[in-house]
C-alpha cells in the first residue's frame, strides 16, 4: 500500500510560481514511477511529468515544459513540482500519483495510487 499526500497549492497570478509537494509512504515506493497530473474544470485528468526514485531526470509534456521542474527526495520519500511562470491555463487540481509505464509518459490506467489533489489557481 502506498500513500500519497500533496501540500502547497493555492491562488497565484500570472508569471508566478508554487511548488507542490507530496510526501509519499509505503513499503514498495521505489517500485514505482511517481507522477503529476492535473484535471481542470469540466477537462479530462492529464499527464504533467514523471521522475523515478532510481534517479535519472524527470519528463514533462510539451506544454509545461521548461517552466515545470520535478524533484525527488529519496531522504524524505517526497516528490515535489516547481512551477514557474504560471499561466491562468495551468489552473487545474494537481494530483501526485504511483504507477507502473513502459514508457514515461503515464497514462490514468497505468497509475495505481493517487493523492487526494491540491488546487492550483492562476489569476490573469
Known amino acids: 500500500q502506498v500513500q500519497l499526500v500533496e501540500s502547497g497549492g493555492g491562488l497565484v497570478q500570472a508569471g508566478g510560481s508554487l511548488r507542490l509537494s507530496c510526501a509519499a509512504s509505503?513499503?514498495?515506493?521505489?517500485?514505482?514511477?511517481m507522477c503529476w497530473f492535473r484535471q481542470a474544470p469540466g477537462k479530462e485528468r492529464e499527464f504533467v511529468g514523471s521522475?523515478?526514485?532510481?534517479?535519472?531526470?524527470?519528463h514533462y509534456v510539451d506544454s509545461v515544459k521548461g517552466r515545470f521542474f520535478i524533484s525527488i527526495d529519496n531522504a524524505k520519500n517526497t516528490v515535489s513540482v516547481q512551477m514557474n511562470s504560471l499561466k491562468p491555463e495551468d489552473t487545474a487540481v494537481y494530483y501526485c500519483?504511483?504507477?507502473?509505464?513502459?514508457?514515461?509518459?503515464?497514462?490514468?490506467?497505468?497509475?495505481?495510487?493517487w493523492g487526494q489533489g491540491t488546487q492550483v489557481t492562476v489569476s490573469s
Open positions: 509505503g513499503r514498495t515506493l521505489s517500485r514505482y514511477v
Open positions: 500519483a504511483a504507477g507502473y509505464g513502459s514508457n514515461w509518459f503515464m497514462t490514468t490506467g497505468e497509475i495505481d495510487y
Open positions: 521522475i523515478q526514485w532510481s534517479g535519472g531526470g524527470a
